[in-house]
């Protein structure tokens, strides 16, 4: 099983941008597909964005689409969202996930998971 670790989160100015990264451990990475999911406080954590294991499918909820963008690197046993047009809305604790046997936005099915990174945006 691979350990996750993001990185890349902060505070931001509405309409900024930020990128997180989040590297795998092991050797396996490219057997999981991947997503990010967010919490913000007093809300149920909440998909954000998916990606398959090869990278050539992608996914997204309503509210980050236009904006958000995931992709992997599997030699780099990173993936990663480039967050753009930031909004205080999008303020939240950012996990990565991997799932070995599953691959869509459904975040109960994703089974590792990472220890979240903190994204603050300011009007």
């Known amino acids: 099983q691979v350990q996750l670790v993001e990185s890349g989160g902060g505070p931001v100015q509405a309409g900024g941008s930020l990128k997180l990264s989040c590297t795998a451990s092991g050797r396996t990475f490219s057997s999981y597909a991947m997503a990010w999911a967010r919490q913000a406080p007093g809300k149920e954590r909440e998909f954000v964005a998916g990606?398959?294991?090869?990278?050539?499918?992608?996914y997204s909820t309503d509210s980050v689409k236009g904006r958000f963008t995931i992709s992997r690197d599997n030699a780099k046993n990173t993936v990663y969202l480039q967050m753009n047009s930031l909004k205080p809305e999008d303020t939240a604790v950012y996990y990565c996930?991997?799932?070995?046997?599953?691959?869509?936005?459904?975040?109960?099915?994703?089974?590792?998971w990472g220890q979240g990174t903190q994204v603050t945006v300011s009007s």
């Open positions: 990606i398959s294991r090869g990278g050539g499918t992608t």
């Open positions: 996930a991997g799932a070995l046997y599953y691959s869509g936005s459904e975040i109960r099915r994703y089974d590792t």
